[in-house]
């Protein structure tokens, strides 16, 4: 789809054209589903699939403020990314039980508390590594700031071509090699700093 018929499709979903919203879901949400299950090897189908309605739950609210300084996709993506950030820190939030007190099975009164018995299941493996620490390298794209997170998430989770993000982000392939090859050193660093200081925090003296 050219950027003129886009571009007239968007208008069209702004004036609330039910067979509007149907054709930009079909053209975007695939790509999108493609795009958050890279975010995190932890995404389960189910998971994919929620990020995915918030995502477009968001558009639909928000499409009014979408001017067109982008690229289409590039907007959309930026949304999924905090919605999937979103999505790993509740997960996050979960696992340490939510603020909720663990309770002895032995214990008579368990209202409003979480049992916490034995568990059966195996010793975290290296694929649990594997899945936090692409969480903080999700969460060290964030906190590399704007052009930096558009250009590294575009490249290696949107899957694009220099010139397709060239095009997205209306620079030339050159420069979106240039920075790209900046950020990833930036991301390193960064990345690198968040997984020890993870490991400390894991690992007490």
């Known amino acids: 789809m050219t950027d003129v018929l886009e571009a007239d499709l968007l208008r069209r979903c702004r004036k609330g054209e039910e067979q509007a919203w149907s054709e930009l879901f079909d053209r975007h949400y695939a790509a999108t589903g493609r795009f958050v299950h890279q975010l995190s090897a932890g995404f389960t189908p189910e998971d994919v699939e929620e990020i995915c309605q918030e995502t477009f739950l968001n558009v639909i609210q928000n499409l009014l403020s979408f001017q067109g300084q982008s690229q289409f996709q590039t907007w959309l993506f930026r949304i999924a990314s905090n919605k999937a950030h979103d999505f790993i820190e509740r997960q996050q939030a979960a696992k340490r039980g939510g603020g909720k007190a663990p309770l002895s099975l032995q214990a008579e009164d368990a209202d409003g508390l ?34 930096c997170q558009e250009v590294i998430e575009l490249r290696y989770f949107a899957d694009l071509s220099y010139e397709e993000i060239a095009e997205a982000l209306e620079m030339n392939p050159k420069t979106v090699s240039s920075r ?16 020890s200081r993870e490991k400390n925090r894991s690992c007490p003296v």
């Open 114 to 147: 979480t049992l916490d018995p034995p568990s059966s299941e195996p010793a975290p493996d290296a694929s649990l590594i594997k899945e936090e620490n692409m969480a903080l390298v999700v969460e060290a794209v964030r906190k590399l700031g704007k052009p």
């Open 180 to 195: 790209l090859s900046k950020c990833l050193d930036h991301l390193e660093a960064l990345a690198t700093r968040l997984i």
